[in-house]
C-alpha cells in the first residue's frame, strides 16, 4: 500500500527540529576557524621573532664579553653580563611558554572547527525523495563509510598539524634554563670538558712547592685535620669550659653567614665557609685574636648562580669544610661553586663543577695532598654517570685528572693514605669502597661493602682503612690489595653502633663509632671485637669525635661537650663543656687551644 510522506519532509526541505544545532555548529565551526587564524598568526610571528632574536648573539652581550677578556678584573663588567644574561634568559623562556601555551590553542581550535564543521555538513543533509529505482541504494551505509572515512581523515589532519607545529615550534637552544646559561657562557664551537671555567686566574707562582709533611702536622689543614683522623698533635688541651660564662674562653667572633663547615688553621689565620640562597664566602679570622682580618666571595658563573639548590636545612649552602696548603684556601658549596683564595683573600682561580643532584645538599669537603685538591662530587643514582672525582692542580685550577664514577649521591670526604710509596684516595659510596692512585686517578682496589646513604667520611691507620654506615656493616679493609678486593681483604666486620653521619675515631687498640642518637661504641681495633657501648642520655651527634692524648672530646648538636677517658672496659667521663648555642662542627687544635664553630659563633676554647 502506497504512504503520502508529510509535505516538510519532501526533497528540498529539512527537519524543523535540527535547525537549532545545525546553527550552533556552523556558529562554533565560524568562530574555532576565526580563532585559528590568530592563534596561527602569533605563532608564526613569535617563531619569526624568536629567530631573529636570538639570545647567543645579541651584540651588547658579545661586546661585553671581549671587553670583560681584555679587563678580567674588572667586577661592574662581570654584573652587567650576569644582569643581561639574566634578562635574556627569562625574556627566552617566556616565548618558549607561550610558544607552546600557543601551540596547544591552536592544534584545540582547529579540531573544534573541524568537528563543528562536519556536524554542520550532517545536520545539513536532505532527506531523500522516494522514487522508483532499478537497483535500491542502501543510503545509510554509503553515509556511514563517508563519516568514518571523513573522521580518518581528520585524525590524519590533526596528526600532521601537531607534527608539523612541534617540529617548527622545536627550540635550536637549550630547554631548561641552567643548560642555556652554560651555553651563554661559552664560546660558539668550543667543547665544555667537565667543570664550567670560572673567571681568568690571576698569575701563579711557578715556583710552587706543596708544604712539608711537618708543616702539615703542625697545623690543622682541612676536614678533622692532618689525614682527617681527628687526632690533635697537642695534648695540652682544656679539660673544661663554659661558654656563658666565659670559663676557659678565649674569644668567640660572629660569623656573619650560617654555614656546617668546621675550622682549619694555617699559621696565625682560622678559615670558615658561611653561605646562604645568594652569597657564598670563605672568612678569615685572626687565630690569636678572632679580628675578622677578610672574607671573599665565591665569583660563580651565570649557570651556577641562576637559581639556589635545594637542600635540607641541616645541610645548607656550607657544609664541605674548606682546605688549605698555606699557599691557597680552597672551598666549595652547595652549588657546586669551587674557588681558590690565596692566604690575603685575593682570587686565585674558581671553576664551577655544575649544581649537584643530591637529595640532601652537597657536603663532601675538600682534600689537599702534595699539589692537589681533591673533590668527589657523587650525585644522582649508578646509572647516571654524573658521579666524578676531581684532582686539580691547587697552583692554577687545572684539572690534572677526573674519573667517572659508578656511584650515587653520596656525602662522605675523600682521603688520601701514602703506602708503600704509593699515594691512594680512598673514597666510599653505595655500594663501594673504591682506592685511586693520586698520581693518575687510575683505580687500585675496591671492595663490595656500603649501602645505602654513605655520610661517614673513612679513617685510615698502619695499613687498614675503617669504614661503614648505619644501613650496612662496618669493615675493615687491608689497603695493599689489587682488584676486587671483597673476598680477600676484608679484615673484620661489624654491625652494632654504627654511626650515619659522625666519622670513626682509629687508634692503635680501639674503632671508636659514634651514632647520632647519642651511642658511642668501642670495638678492638685488630679483631673487630665488641669491647663496651656508652650512652649519652638526651643527647645527639654529628659532630665526628676527636682524639686528644688519650682523651676523646665529644660534641653534641645543642652544643653541650664530654671528655671520655676510655679503656678496654669502659668509657669514662673525667669532663664537660658548654658552648651554649648548637654545634653540629669538629674542633681544630692547636698548642694549648682549639677553635670550634657553633651555629653564630667562632670560638677559641683554651686554659686561662
Given at each position: 500500500m502506497?504512504q503520502?510522506?508529510?509535505?516538510e519532509t ?15 555548529a556552523?556558529r562554533?565551526a565560524?568562530?574555532?576557524?576565526v580563532f585559528s587564524l590568530?592563534?596561527?598568526s ?5 617563531y619569526?621573532?624568536?629567530?631573529v632574536?636570538?639570545p647567543?648573539?645579541?651584540?651588547t ?7 670583560l677578556?681584555?679587563q678580567?678584573?674588572?667586577?661592574p ?25 600557543g601551540a596547544f590553542?591552536?592544534?584545540?581550535g582547529?579540531g573544534?572547527?573541524l568537528?563543528?564543521?562536519k556536524s554542520?555538513a550532517?545536520?545539513?543533509?536532505k532527506?531523500?525523495?522516494p522514487?522508483v ?9 554509503e553515509t556511514?563509510q563517508?563519516?568514518r572515512l ?9 596528526l600532521?598539524?601537531a607534527v608539523g607545529?612541534?617540529?617548527?615550534l622545536?627550540p635550536?637552544?637549550?630547554q ?5 646559561a652554560?651555553?651563554l657562557?661559552s664560546?660558539?664551537?668550543?667543547k665544555?670538558?667537565g667543570p664550567?671555567?670560572?673567571p681568568?686566574p ?6 710552587y712547592?706543596p ?6 702536622a703542625?697545623w690543622?689543614p ?6 682527617s683522623s681527628g687526632v ?6 682544656p679539660?673544661g669550659?663554659d661558654?656563658p ?7 668567640k ?5 650560617p654555614g656546617n ?9 682560622v678559615?670558615?665557609?658561611?653561605a646562604?640562597?645568594k652569597q657564598?664566602r670563605?672568612?678569615?679570622?685572626a687565630?690569636d685574636?678572632?679580628e675578622l682580618l677578610w672574607?671573599a666571595d665565591?665569583?660563580g658563573t651565570?649557570?651556577?648562580t641562576?637559581e639556589?639548590p635545594?637542600?635540607m636545612?641541616?645541610?645548607?649552602y ?6 688549605t696548603?698555606g699557599?691557597?684556601?680552597?672551598a666549595?658549596?652547595a652549588?657546586?661553586d669551587?674557588?681558590?683564595?690565596n ?9 664551577s663543577l ?5 637529595s640532601y645538599?652537597f657536603a663532601?669537603s675538600?682534600?689537599?695532598?702534595k699539589n ?5 662530587l657523587?650525585?644522582?643514582?649508578r ?6 672525582l676531581?684532582?686539580l ?6 684539572i ?7 656511584a650515587?649521591?653520596?656525602w662522605?670526604?675523600?682521603i688520601?693514605v701514602?703506602h ?5 684516595v680512598?673514597?666510599?659510596c ?5 682506592s685511586?692512585d693520586l698520581?693518575d ?5 675496591r671492595?663490595?661493602c656500603?649501602?645505602g646513604d654513605?655520610?661517614?667520611t673513612?679513617?685510615a691507620?698502619?695499613g687498614?682503612?675503617y ?5 650496612c656493616?662496618w669493615?675493615?679493609?687491608?689497603i695493599?690489595?689489587e682488584g676486587?678486593?671483597t673476598?680477600?681483604?676484608i679484615?673484620w666486620s ?5 654511626p650515619d653521619?659522625?666519622s ?5 687498640e680501639y ?6 642518637w647519642?651511642?658511642?661504641?668501642c ?6 671485637e665488641l669491647?663496651?657501648e656508652?650512652?649519652f642520655d638526651?643527647?645527639s651527634f ?10 676523646i672530646?665529644?660534641?653534641g ?13 669502659e668509657?669514662?667521663i673525667?669532663g664537660h ?6 654545634c653540629v662542627?669538629s674542633?681544630?687544635?692547636?698548642d694549648?687551644?682549639?677553635?670550634i664553630?657553633?651555629k653564630?659563633?667562632?670560638?677559641c676554647?683554651?686554659?686561662q
Open positions: 502506497n503520502t510522506l508529510p509535505t519532501l526533497a528540498g526541505e529539512t527537519a524543523p527540529r535540527s535547525d537549532t544545532a545545525y546553527h550552533l556552523t562554533t565560524a568562530v574555532a576557524g590568530i592563534a596561527c602569533l605563532l608564526l610571528y613569535d619569526s621573532r624568536r629567530q632574536e636570538d647567543l648573539e645579541v651584540v652581550l658579545k661586546t661585553l664579553k671581549a671587553a677578556a681584555e678580567p678584573e674588572s667586577e663588567l662581570r654584573l652587567q653580563i650576569r644582569t643581561l644574561d639574566r634578562q635574556l634568559r627569562q625574556a627566552y623562556f617566556r616565548r618558549r611558554a607561550f610558544a607552546a601555551g590553542l591552536l592544534i584545540g582547529v573544534l572547527f568537528v563543528a564543521a554542520a550532517t545536520l545539513r543533509r532527506l531523500p525523495m522514487a529505482e532499478a537497483t535500491r541504494k542502501d543510503i545509510e551505509a556511514a563517508n563519516a571523513a573522521v580518518a581523515v581528520l585524525a590524519v589532519v590533526l600532521a598539524g607545529l612541534s617540529v617548527a622545536r635550536a637552544l637549550p631548561s634554563e641552567r643548560a642555556l652554560a651555553l657562557n664560546n660558539p664551537g668550543e665544555q670538558p664550567i671555567p670560572g681568568t690571576r698569575p701563579v707562582d711557578a715556583t712547592e708544604p712539608s709533611r711537618q708543616e702539615v703542625r690543622w682541612g676536614f678533622r685535620g692532618p689525614g690533635s698533635a697537642y695534648e695540652n688541651q679539660d669550659w661558654a660564662s666565659g670559663k676557659n674562653v678565649l674569644w667572633t660572629a660569623v656573619p653567614l663547615s668546621s675550622p682549619v688553621v694555617w699559621g696565625n689565620r678559615f670558615l665557609s658561611g646562604d640562597e657564598r670563605v672568612y678569615c679570622f687565630a685574636s678572632g672574607h665565591a665569583p651565570p649557570q651556577s641562576a639556589p635545594k637542600v636545612k641541616d645541610t645548607g656550607a657544609a664541605p669544610t674548606t682546605v696548603d699557599h691557597r684556601v680552597a666549595v658549596f652549588n657546586g669551587l674557588v681558590a683564595l692566604m690575603d683573600g685575593s682570587l686565585a682561580w674558581s671553576r655544575g649544581i649537584p643532584d643530591s645538599g663532601a675538600p682534600a689537599i695532598h692537589l685538591v681533591l673533590v668527589q657523587d650525585q644522582g643514582s646509572k647516571d654517570d654524573t658521579s666524578k676531581y684532582a692542580e691547587i697552583a692554577t685550577g687545572e690534572a685528572w677526573q674519573v667517572t664514577r659508578e650515587s649521591s653520596s662522605g670526604s675523600p688520601v701514602p708503600e710509596g704509593r699515594d691512594q680512598i673514597t666510599c653505595d655500594p663501594w669502597a673504591i685511586y698520581a686517578g687510575k683505580e687500585i682496589w671492595a663490595d656500603l649501602q654513605c655520610g661517614v673513612p679513617v691507620f698502619g687498614v682503612v669504614l661503614g654506615n648505619e644501613d656493616q669493615s675493615a679493609i687491608r695493599d690489595g676486587d678486593v673476598e680477600s681483604h679484615l661489624a654491625e652494632d653502633g654504627l653521619q659522625c670513626p675515631l682509629v687508634t692503635r674503632v671508636f663509632l659514634l651514632a647520632t647519642g651511642t658511642m661504641t670495638y678492638a681495633a685488630e679483631s673487630g669491647l663496651w656508652a650512652e638526651d643527647a654529628v659532630s665526628s669525635p676527636s682524639l686528644v692524648g688519650n682523651r672530646y665529644l660534641f648538636d645543642e652544643g653541650k661537650a664530654w671528655i671520655v677517658e676510655p679503656s678496654r672496659e668509657g669514662k673525667v663543656g658548654d658552648l651554649g648555642e648548637a662542627t674542633p681544630a687544635f692547636q694549648g687551644h682549639f677553635f664553630r657553633g653564630e659563633h667562632l670560638f676554647i683554651g686554659s
